[in-house]
C-alpha cells in the first residue's frame, strides 16, 4: 500500500485532494472552538444579566450586538483572507496553497460564524423584548415606527436570520442559483447593520466608525478582485466552495 501510494502519479487534482484531507480534520476542531466560544460568551451574558450592574439592559444590549457583529463580520472577512492566503503562499512559493481551491475548507467555517452571529443577534432581540417591552408585543410596531433604530434592527434580523436558514446544503441544492441571488443580501444587509450600530450610539461616541471603514475595506476588496476576474475572464466571487 505504501509503494503504491508513493508511485501514485502527480496531478494538481491530486495535490488538491491531499491539502483537503489534512485540512479537514482542524476544520472540525475550528468549528468545535468556534461553538465553545459561543457558548462561554453565552455564559458571559448569565453572569452579566444575575449580577448586580449599574444599568442590566444597556451592558446586556451592548455586549450582545457587539459579538454578534465580531461574528458577522469574521464571515465576511473569509474570502478575503482565502484570497490572501493564496497571494502569500505564491510570494513564499509554498508547495501547497497557491490555488484558490486549496483554501476552499475556510468557507467550510462561514456557516457555522453565521449561525452563531445570528445566535447573539437573537438573544439581542429577545434582551428587548424581555427588559425594554417586558414581553408587550403589541408595542413592537409602535416602538418601530417612533424609533428608526428599532425598524432597522429588525429588518436586519430579519434578513439575518433568512441567510441563517437558508445556510443549509439541502436548501442551498433546492433553490439552486437563487440561493447565490439570496446570499448577496449580505452586502446591504452590512449596511443596515451599521446603520443600525451608529443610531444607537450615544453622542460622543465613535466605534462604529472603525466598523465601517473595516466594511469598506472588505467590500472594496471584493469590488477590486472581481474586477481583476472580469477582466481575466475568470469568475469566483468566493460564495461557494468549488468541490
Known sequence: MALKAMSRPYTPDNEVKRVWYNAAPHVSAIRII????????????????????????????????????????IVLAITPLRRWCVILCQYLKARFGKRLSDWNWLIKLRRSLGVVSTHFALIHMLIYLWLELDW?????????????????GWLSFVVLTLLALTSPDIVQKKLKKNWRVLHRSIYPLTLLILLHYALEEKIGESAVVYWVVLSLVLLLHRVWFNWRKVRANVYDDGMLAKR
Open 34 to 73: 468556534i461553538y465553545l466560544s459561543a457558548f462561554f460568551l453565552t455564559l458571559y451574558l448569565i453572569y452579566c444579566f444575575y449580577a448586580d450592574l449599574p444599568n442590566t439592559y444597556q451592558t446586556l444590549m451592548s455586549l450582545s450586538g457587539q459579538y454578534s457583529l465580531i461574528y458577522f463580520f
Open 136 to 152: 408587550s408585543f403589541g408595542e413592537i410596531v409602535w416602538d418601530a415606527q417612533q424609533r428608526p433604530v428599532v425598524a432597522i
